[in-house]
């Protein structure tokens, strides 16, 4: 039984121990802070070692360590860290990393707040941020600098879901000693593995689809082993840990991860698809779909779409919009996403984004396509364009 295992057969097994755990086949939760040891002989073996034991109740407990394996397990790297948050993974990584008078190139396209630690806190510290064009691809090469540590990608991006082309960013940072981290959020490793794509390090926000119920906070960092060390270290001394509680919905989550991305995955395309017919919408942005400008890097380097995309519409009042986005039934309006629910925000990228202006024909909204029945939320999407036309 070692041979390597689909993902849909991994993500029903990986982290899981029952004989270690009185026969529960998900890891149950183990809360603590403090950890007594019996002995000085005990208590001294698990300080030569922190962070491959129960040591102290901020380092993880057994709940945390099983959460940890299945991440690292499905990214394909070494270990994981779980961390509070995806933003909290993100900061971890980037601090890491990062010392007074170093270089960081991060993709215009990343998740706003990770570009306001480089613009506020980064900078504060003396470290300088490059924003780079997300499909510079080879080219990053002529951006690297003697000084530059970390090059920073999110593949589809933030808002605009531009697709990074991987391999050529990592053979030209690898090129250089320099370390390519990635947000593999949108995908999770169901749909990108990144270390077999060469990254050294890879984040998720499992708030999205690990968990997948849009109910619970939780960060996970995955490293090759020459840097796990480095950044566990940082982790554990920033205190950025996530709770066990937190890690148990983690690695529930993981077990219908496969699943309910298909059903994602499938809404989100019949919704896209509809769209790009409708009257009122200029474009859609979504890798998925044939046509799309980075389809062909999608479907090279993915083996599957996640349900969130972006819909560019034709231009419109405030009063239009609102009409269309405030009766819906079924569509929420909330930032995070991957939760089982239905999802629309009015989004403007144009204050995110400094390397590549945004450009756009009107008002763009940002689609989470959940787990409802697919006819009902065409529905719904129907008449939100019904009130958004008699509002003129
Ligand atoms: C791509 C991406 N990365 C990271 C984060 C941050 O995750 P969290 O909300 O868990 O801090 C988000 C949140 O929306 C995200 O969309």
């Known amino acids: 039984m070692s041979k390597k295992k689909k993902k849909d057969t991994e993500v029903t097994t990986a982290g899981r121990h029952p004989e270690k755990q009185f026969g529960a086949v998900n890891p149950p939760v183990v809360r603590a802070s403090t950890i ?43 270990r994981a860290i779980a961390c509070s948050s995806g933003l909290a993974a993100i900061n971890v990584v980037l601090t890491a990393l990062l010392s007074t008078g170093d270089h960081v190139l991060m993709t215009d396209s990343v998740y706003d ?50 697709v990074q082309d991987i391999p050529a960013i990592v053979a030209a940072a690898h090129a250089r000693g320099v370390i390519v981290v990635l947000d593999n959020t949108w995908a999770t490793p169901v749909y990108f593995q990144p270390f077999a794509h060469g990254v050294d390090i890879s984040i998720q926000a499992a708030t999205k689809y690990i968990t997948g119920h ?37 690695s529930r989550g993981l077990r219908t991860l496969a699943v309910r ?3 994602h995955a499938a809404t989100g395309i019949r919704l896209a698809e509809w769209l790009k017919t409708r009257s009122e919408v200029a474009r859609v942005i979504h890798p998925a779909l044939p046509g799309s400008p980075d ?5 090279r380097d993915f083996t599957g779409t996640s349900g969130l995309f972006s819909v560019v519409l034709k231009p419109c009042s405030k009063d239009a919009l609102a009409a269309f986005l405030d009766h819906l039934e079924l569509f929420a309006m909330g930032f995070s996403w991957g939760g089982f629910e239905s999802l629309i925000l009015p989004v403007d990228p144009t204050p995110y984004r400094t390397a590549v202006p945004w450009k756009a024909e009107g008002p763009m909204v940002r689609i989470h396509a959940g787990l409802e029945d697919p006819d009902d939320l065409l529905a ?13």
């Open 113 to 162: 707040p990770a570009r306001r630690t480089c613009e506020v806190w980064l900078k504060r510290l003396g470290i300088e941020t490059t924003f780079y064009d997300p499909r510079i691809g080879a080219g990053i090469a002529a951006l690297i600098r003697p000084n530059t540590k970390v090059v920073f990608t999110e593949s589809p991006g933030s808002l605009t879901f531009e």
């Open 214 to 250: 849009s109910d619970v906070m939780l960060g996970a960092i995955t490293t090759s082993e020459e840097i796990y060390l480095r950044v566990k270290r940082h982790a554990a001394i920033l205190g950025a840990s996530a709770s066990p509680d937190d890690c148990s919905l983690g």
């Open 36 to 78: 007594a040891f019996p002995t000085v002989a005990d208590m001294d073996k698990a300080k030569a070692k922190p962070f491959d034991s129960v040591y102290y109740g901020r380092h993880g407990t057994p709940t945390t360590f099983a959460f940890e394996e299945a991440v690292a397990k499905l990214e394909g790297g070494y």
């Open 261 to 263: 991305l298909e059903r």
């Open 295 to 299: 389809h062909a890097l999608w479907k």
């Open 380 to 392: 719904d999407l129907d008449a939100g364009f019904e009130r958004l036309r008699n509002a003129g």
